[in-house]
């Protein structure tokens, strides 16, 4: 079955360098991935939604690729701030139902 | 606008306690969800309802768990009876009709639950 993978647990960074987290998921290409983001005790917060034709796409300092070659999406933070330190979820829709199924999170801690 | 709205907030029953929670959408949203959060981990997904119908519900344990969703607005969760094993944090979330593809799902703040 299709799974969808978040290749670190945890990132720590400095403040105002990029961070870059990765989605990787087996067999067949979503037709989109979602991005969350999510505070201790808060539930999830949606940040972009990215298509499988689409290679890019940007909001303020977050961008968010998709290579359906490496079936990976990658979510990079510019100029990171101690304020982006949260969990960021990747999820996309495994059956095509739309359902949305989330990946394990990944926890940024931004470094002041 | 008011968001997602869930309670309780906690919850704390013995095992073979029943319990329920509620979920009030986003006004309009058609579409409205039940995920599980463990510790460290994703939402899992337990049901999605389209308007008052349960279109996937195959992710829930029907032996224990319950959920309906009257008139196709409010919703409600129900365990009967709780294990140790449920304890976890109960999230519901809704969106406009046709869920994940055409846009975001807008999340409560969850329901915690603990069984001792």
């Known amino acids: 079955s299709q799974k969808i993978e978040q290749n670190s647990e945890a990132l720590n960074i400095q403040e105002g360098k990029t961070a870059t987290l990765t989605c990787n998921y087996t067999?067949?290409?979503?037709?989109?991935l979602q991005w969350y983001r999510q505070d201790p005790g808060r539930g999830p917060v949606f940040l972009l939604l990215i298509r499988e034709n689409e290679k890019e796409k940007r909001k303020e300092r977050l961008k968010v690729t998709f290579d359906t070659t490496l079936k990976q999406s990658l979510f990079h933070i510019t100029a990171s701030q101690p304020a982006d330190s949260a969990t960021y979820l990747c999820?996309?829709?495994?059956?095509?139902?739309?359902?949305?199924?989330f990946g394990t999170g990944t926890r940024l801690t931004v470094i002041p | 606008e008011a968001g997602v709205v869930q309670s309780p907030r906690y919850k704390i029953i013995e095992k073979k306690q029943p319990v329920a929670f509620w979920c009030n959408p986003i006004?309009?949203?058609?579409?409205l969800y039940w995920y599980l959060q463990n510790l460290g981990q994703g939402p899992e997904l337990l049901i999605r309802?389209?308007?008052?119908?349960?279109?996937?519900d195959s992710q829930l344990p029907k032996d224990r768990f319950s959920a309906e969703r009257l008139k196709g607005v409010d919703s409600t969760l129900k365990i009967q009876p709780a294990e140790l094993g449920d304890s976890a944090v109960y999230l519901c979330?809704?969106?406009?009709?046709?869920?994940?593809?055409?846009?975001?799902?807008?999340f409560g703040e969850g329901s915690r639950l603990t069984v001792l």
């Open positions: 999820a996309y829709d495994q059956t095509g139902a739309n359902n949305l199924f």
């Open positions: 309802y389209e308007n008052e119908e349960a279109v996937d």
């Open positions: 067999n067949y290409s979503p037709a989109y």
């Open positions: 006004s309009g949203h058609n579409t």
């Open positions: 979330a809704s969106s406009l009709a046709g869920g994940g593809n055409t846009g975001e799902l807008f």
